[in-house]
Structures are given as C-alpha cells and as structure tokens.
C-alpha cells in the first residue's frame, strides 16, 4: 500500500522533503496499512501488525531517524486513532492499548492494556479530542475520559471515567460503527439508526437544537435514510447512506458542510452538489470534509483550506463539493483508493497501484472493517460441518458470543430483500422470519449446538434491559419464541419462556407499547405462534398450580397469564387478528374441580386457598370462556353472599304485581349498599311462595317492562331499532337512571335476566369502552346510514349540498346542540366529515348524557356487589343479563328430563305435538311460564334443562299446568286427549300473570 498526503505539514510529519504542502506528495511505503494523526501525534500502522509514531516537535531529519516503535508484547496491531493527547491501539486480538503522551526519550512507546475490555474482543475504537470510545464484539459500547459535554453518555456529574463504562442505554442495539468527534460521540446501527450525544453548541447532534445531551438521542429526521457510515469532526457531523448520499449538520463557519454557505445546521441536510455521484466514503477532519466517489475516482473536498488540507494548491475556505482529480492526476495517483483519512488540518488517502485491489468492504468503508457477531448461513454452516473435536472451544465461544447478546441477535437475520430493514419503526421489525426458521432448520439436529444455544439465550434473557432505547432493540422478544421451537424438553421450554415473560413484563410501559405494535405487525400465522407458545405453558402451569398450590407455581402462573392477557388485549386493538377462543385455557376448570372436591370433603382451608387462587385470576379475563366466566362472576357472589348470610343480613323485596315499579323504587331508595350483598326474596302479594331463583326472575321481567315502557317516559325509544336510550341531561331531574341503573345491577348479581332493551354501547360505557359509529347503526339505523353515507361521498358538492354544520336537533324540545366550539358557525366538508361524525357519535352516546349515564352506572354498581363482572367483555355482559334469543326449540325438547313419564307416555307425546304446533310468540310465553323470562340463559338451549312432572291428580282434565320457576319444573297433568292438553296449556300460558299460575 502507498499513501498520499497534504495538509499542515508540522502536523503531518509525512517524512517529506518540503514543508507546509497545499497539493498532494507521496508517501511510498509498501508495508503501511492504517495511518491516523490529529493534534500533531501521527500513527502508522504496518503491514506487519507493527506500528510507528512521531513527534510534532522534532526536526524532519531527526523524526527519520527517531521513528519510535509501539511495542505491544505478542499483540498484533491492526488499527490505530489518535485524541489530541492520547492514542488507542487496537490489536487483532480485540485487546485495546492507549498511551496518553509521546515519550521524549525512549525509542519505544509502550502503551497500557486497558482494563474492563476483556469480557469479548474489541472489534472498533474510535478518539475526540479527550475521549475514547470501544465497541465490542458482543454489541457492548464502552466510553472513557472527559465527560465535559456529556460526550461519554452519562450526566456531566461525572467530570470524566479513568476506565471505561458500558453504555447500558444502547443496550440491544446492533452497532455497525462508532465514531468521535472533537465532543461529541456518533453511532450507527446496522438498520441505519443514527445515535448522537455530548456536545452540540453548533448543533453537531443533528437534533434540531444546540443543547449538549448526556445520553444517546435518536437522529429522527435520518430514519429510513439507510445510513451505513459516519464521521465526526470538531463540531460537524458527516453521515453517507447506502445509496451513496451525503449529509452533513453541526458548524458550517468554514464551509465544512458543503452547502454552499458558511451557516450552521441543526439538523442533517442533504449535500446537494453530491447529489447523484453516488459517494462511497467520506473522512471529516476539524474544519473540513472529504467526500471519495469509487466509481469514477473522485475525491471531492470542501471546509477550511487554510491550511492546504484541500489539496488544490489554494489557501481559503471551500462552501461547496469541489474535485480535486486534476491535483491527484498531477502527482500519478491511482484512483484504486483504498481508504481516505482527514483528521485535523490534514487528509490523506491509502491506494494501491495493484489495478485489482478491491475497495474495502464492498465499497463502503468501514473504520475497522470488522463487525459486532452476527449469525450469517458461512458461520452457521461452520458451526455444524465442523468435526466436534476440533476447535470446539472456539465453536463455544462463538455461539456464546453471539446468543448470549442481544445486541447480536437483534442484528442477525435482517430482512434485506429492498433493504426493508432500513425501515425498522415501532410498527415494522425489519426481521426476516425465513430466516429464522432455516435457522432452526440446520441446527435442531446438532444437539451440541442445540445445547449451546439453549445456555446462551438463558444468559441473554437474564440480561435484558428494562428500557431498550428503540425498536431494533426489541427484536429479541420476537426472534427467541421463534428459537423455542428448537427445543423438546418442556422445562426447558418453562423456564426460558418464564425468562421471556420476565422480561417482557419488565419493559416500560411505553416500551411495551411498542413491542405489542410490532408483534400485531408481524403475519398472522406467527402471532398465533406466539399465543399458542403462552397458552401451551399456561396449561403446563395450571397444572403444577393444581397439584401444589405454592407461592412459587402461583406467580409462575400469573406472570404467564399476564403476557396472554397483553397478546389478548392486542388482538382485540387489531380487530382480532385471531378469534378469541384461541386465548382459552380449558384447564382453569381444574381450580373448579379441586373446589368440589374440597366442598364434598369438607376441607374448608383447601377450598379457600384456591377460592382466593380463582378469584384473583379476574384480571386474565382471556382465559375464560363466557361460560368460565360466569362461573367466576358465580364464585365471586357466593363469597359475599355467604358472608352477608352468616351475618343474617336480609334483603327482602315484597312487591305488588299492579304495583310493582313504585314499589321497587322504594324498596331501593330505603335500601343500603350492604342489602344488596344479600340475594334478593321477592315476594308477590297475595301470593305464596318462596323465593329460590324463579320468583326473583319473574319480578325483574316484569319491572323492566315497566321501566322500559314508552309510558314511563324515563328512556328515549328508537322506532327503527326498538331499542332505548338515556334522555339527554336536563330532561329528567329525578333519580329514575340511579335506580334503573340498580335494578339492572340487581339482576345481574341475582343470576336474573332483565331484558332492558339497551344497545350494545351501554355495556361497552360500563367495560370504559368507547362507542363507535358501528353503535350508531345498533342504536339509530337511519342515523347510522346518513353518517356512513357522508363518510363514503365521494363528491365534493354532495357534500356541500347536504348544508351540514357541526350541529345537532335535540327531539325532546327541540333545540340545537352544538358538537364543537362555533359549530354552527363551521360547516361539513370533505375534509372534515371524519371528524362531524365523530363528534355526532361522541355526542350521542357520550357528551349530552354525560350526567344520566353516570347516575346508571354508580346505580349499576351499588346493585351488583360482586365487581367480577368487569370480567366480561360488552357482548358477553349483555347477553348475561339481556339473555340468549337464539331459540332451538327441537333441542328443548331433547334436554328435557322426566319425572312420573318418560318419553314414550302418551301424555309427553301429546305434549310435544301440542307444544311445536304453537306460534312463536306462544312458544316464547311459554319458557316465561316455565322460568319468568323469556330468553335463555347464557349458553342457549345446548344448556337449558327443565323437569316435566306428574303431579298424579285425580281428574286431570279439570287442572291446569303450573310450573316452579324457581326449580324449572312443568307441572303437567295427565290429560286425557291432546285437545284438553292443548287448550288448558294455550289457557295457562295467556293468563299466567294475571292468575299467578307460575
């Protein structure tokens, strides 16, 4: 290799025979293969692995004759940088040496082993002017020597670090190179992430301001701009992209950042006269900027030249991109460029005349050319073709290196088809998924390796960081469910998931947030993957938890269940990438079981351990079926209803039928809260009975009819929909909602159906849920097409014509509303019917019965006690106190039991015929008659069960059928003929409530 060189020359010390050069001379020594100098302390590294220094002071003659050597003890050099009072060698070993001066005596510089850099090699060094920074093998970044500015990524507290320190908060992240400027300190990531910190008085942070920053920040407007390399100079900053463009922030006072003005930048702007050339490296020295292009050979310099460091025969300053081939064609220089150099007031090139050499690293140069341990198909096909008792060790170690590392694993298996990775953000990983699986593909057949990998990841998942800095850093949490298939052993597959979950859990929250967007971004088929990982493990816990209910196996199955709980709740954001039944754990019902068992062996310490054990899994609503969560709404309400019992607490409601909703009101306005913890008595007047269920249920039918009649006048009625709906504030000023809101909670509490006629949008109100237009269709279908039908115009004079302002007509009295501030004064557009509607929506539902609905609610919450009913969600709420609609009328008949008959008796026969020879409506009053509502329970018909029973009269055809709501009994006489059975069952059915024959 040769070298050219120009510049300050008692700075450069190039061995040349005349002084203070303005164009490029040659430095013709075959063996140099690095060179740096800054502040007058000029390195050459040889060839050899050896190096050479020298001193600014000494005389030309005397520096050849004194060229002193580095002596590192069994080290082979491989590159060096220089600070303004310092030097860092780095060795192939990955060991890093530093000297701080130049010994004025000794012919040999022996520097020092830096300390704290041994855990893996170090594979880049990079110098400010009192700084040092190292990147390591394993992604680690470390800094040491003066905090001034903050330049070494922690608080100016500290003033400055004697040894280095890792920068836990690029944790993660897969650096591809380092870089320092005179104080300020540059990283880039292998997707093109920009990092910066430490000074920015000229805005060299590329941040948009000019205050120093003590911890990496985010070059925001670099994103996505596929950035490979960077260089700093005293206070600028030069970024190139892969496509070879050039950008440039921080002090602009000499022309350095090449934009044809001597202004500064606090943000990257893009160097114009680059444009299109297609640069393939770029050097900053302290004021001024190399740009070098592989294709043509051009090198182009802008900056301060008063020093001749622009190598154009010239001393002034250049503001924008000028070539210098003419110069380096004058001198016989090659275009074969190896490597550029600008550093200080100097710059310098490394060529050879060999026509074949090749251009460093695919053309783009890198400071070291060496990379932190990614995982590539050469390595991964060395790691199984090598025999197992050769170089195992380093085998070992480099499976280690790379697995236990985030920051290795966050930068393997890129997803570089279009460069997509450069695209990484909170909703795009920028990880190739194939890869990972042809991965596992080659590897799950070396159990070595396997083992290996296994030890590793355990290693790393202990290690995570509880606030990756961005999304690259996130990738782990994806990648290692994917590496879980690799293994067989199920406490393998626990234990590290029970890692993975550690740290998932550990992220904050925003952290978090970010990780759920980017796995609901991922296919469909790997979210399902990583449900179905969480719900195989949950079942594995449910089952430890069983046997031995310890503190240990509890929180192990907690910790579980809150990831599938977070995965839940993301599905539900996405609009359910997969259906809910996939979150299911079947073997919550073993808690069931050992509760009946306890109950039946009347081991009353068993029962509540798991009782507490049941109840506290509220907050893991996902794995409940609706039918597993009304049993925990059950569990729930027999705990506080056994207590109120023992403490003889009573809640009885006597009611007359013509009566019944005056007297409901007052029974509830003298009630306390504590009353309601107590099941509810009903009893009817005149009428015997006890309560065991039926009575109650009759009574809530009945009262909701009454409550929700148009004659009551307390809701507003939607013709189109026959649904119902609170008034708007100020209409009512009584506590009508407050007590509305507690029979509904009542029912509810009291395994009781009321059929209130709400949309669906209440329940999502009381779940925090907030309606959406899709509500509006439930509630008002002509509303609801008007609305859409404004969101899918397509004209913009429709639109006009519609003469829309952000309004809307109150039908109690009349008046307008507005929607927004000034809304009659704004009309509808194109541009803002999206937010009219949601304003129209928000209006309805929400704003103008702001005050009613709250009255329900805190109603709603004082008549059901038990608050395990935010367990359900909206739909599945309402169907448990609304009820099942979806009649099966031949299953009835086949889930019927029999008492005094059986199937084949003439009378059931007869009954059957009579029963689906009637209308709808008859067959309706007839599960009224049976129950006292007439819906089905949750579950539907599949579910519901009744008895019919021969009472054994004597002269049957003179009584009726009666029925025990409370037991679900028919009593049904033995008729003679199917015509007396069928009008004494048409009789009873269309006079039961008036004679009270249920």
Sequence with gaps: MNCCCWGESDCADFGLTVKDQCFPLLYKKDTIYEISFQNGNLVIVLRNGKAITFEEQESLAQQRHKAKVVAVKDETIYTAVSGESHVLFLTRAGKVYEFMRFPKKSKTVCPRLIPNLQAAPIIQIACGRHHSLALSQDGKLFSWGSNTFG??????????????????????????????????????????????????NAGQLGLGSTEDECSPNIVKSLESKKTIFVSCGEEHTAILTKDGMVFTFGAGGYGQLGHNSSRNELKPR????????????????????????????????????????????????????????????????????????????????????VENCSISEGQFANSTGKRIAILNDTTVQKWIT???????????????????????????????????????????????????????????????????????????????????????????????????????EEYDISLLTDLLSNAILQLKKDKRKMFVSLLIAFPTSY??????????????????????????????????????????????????????????????????????????????????????????????????????????????????????????????????????????????????????????QVSFSREQGIDQGGLSQEFFTLVTKELCAPEANIFKHYEDSRLIWFHEDGYRTGDEYHLAGEICGLALYNKCMADFHFPLALYKKLLNIRPALEDMHELSPTEGRCLQGLLDEEYDEVIDGMMLDFTKLNTNDGSVAELIPDGEATPVTRHNRKQYVDAYVDYVFNSSVKKNFEDFANGFKKGCSADMWTIFVPVELMAVIHGNTAYDWEQLEKNVKYRGYDVSSEVIKNFWT????????????????????????????????????????????????????????????????????????????QFYEEFGLA
């Design 386 to 488: 090598s025999p197992c008792d050769k170089k195992k060790n380093k085998r070992k170690r480099e499976i280690d290196i790379t697995f236990s590392s985030a920051s290795c694993l966050n930068g393997s298996f890129l997803e570089t088809s279009n460069d997509q990775h450069f695209k990484t953000s909170p909703v795009e990983l920028g990880v190739d998924m194939s890869a990972v699986n042809r991965f596992i593909g080659k590897v799950k057949q070396c159990p070595y390796i396997l083992n290996q990998v296994k030890k590793s990841v355990k290693k790393m998942l202990e290690s995570l960081t509880d606030s990756p800095i961005c999304a690259e850093a996130l990738r782990v949490y994806l990648i290692v469910p994917e590496l879980l298939r690799l293994l067989n």
């Design 270 to 353: 893009l160097v114009a006269e680059l444009l299109g050339v297609q640069v393939s490296q770029i050097a900053c020295g302290w004021y001024h900027t190399i740009a070098y292009v592989c294709t043509t050979g051009n090198l182009y310099m802008f900056g301060c030249g008063l020093q001749g460091q622009l190598g154009n025969r010239k001393r002034c300053n250049q503001l924008v991109p000028l070539t210098t081939k003419k110069y380096i064609r004058f001198c016989k220089v090659p275009n074969l460029i190896k490597r550029i150099h600008a550093g200080g007031n100097q710059s310098m090139i490394i060529y050879s005349e």
């Design 151 to 200: 330049q070494l990524g922690i608080t100016k507290e500290t003033a400055s670090l004697s040894s280095p320190h890792h920068l836990v908060s690029l944790e993660g992240i897969p650096l591809a190179q380092i870089s320092a400027g005179g104080a300020h300190s540059v990283a880039v990531s292998l997707s093109g992430t920009v990092f910066t910190w430490g000074r920015n």
């Design 914 to 989: 009579a029963f689906h020879g009637l209308s709808e409506e008859m067959k309706k009053r007839f599960l009224a008659f049976l129950t006292g509502s007439d819906r089905i329970p949750v579950g539907g018909m599949e579910k519901f069960t009744f008895t019919i029973c021969n009472q054994g009269f004597l002269y049957s055809d003179l009584f009726y059928p009666s029925a025990n709501t409370c037991a679900r009994i028919l009593y049904l006489p033995c008729y003679s003929s199917i015509e007396a059975l069928r009008i004494k069952l048409q009789h009873a059915l």
């Design 527 to 680: 979210f399902m993957m990583f449900v179905n990982l969480y719900q195989r493990v949950s079942k594995q816990c449910f089952e430890k938890t069983v046997d031995e209910c310890s503190e240990n196996n509890v929180n192990q199955l907690k910790m579980t269940l809150q990831i599938l709980q977070i995965l839940y709740q993301a599905n539900l954001d996405a609009g359910l990438k997969i259906q809910e039944h996939n979150f299911y754990v079947p073997e919550v019902a073993f808690i069931f079981q050992v509760m009946c068992r306890s109950i039946i062996l009347g081991n009353r310490n068993t029962l509540l351990k798991y009782l507490d054990l049941l109840l506290s899994l509220k907050v893991f609503p996902c794995i409940f079926d609706t039918g597993g969560k009304l049993q925990m709404f059950l569990a729930d309400r027999t705990a506080i209803t056994s207590k109120m019992m023992i403490e003889g607490m009573d809640n009885s409601l006597p009611v007359r039928r013509e009566n019944i909703l005056q007297d409901a009101f007052h029974f509830l306005r003298r009630s306390s809260p504590n009353n309601f913890q107590a099941p509810l």
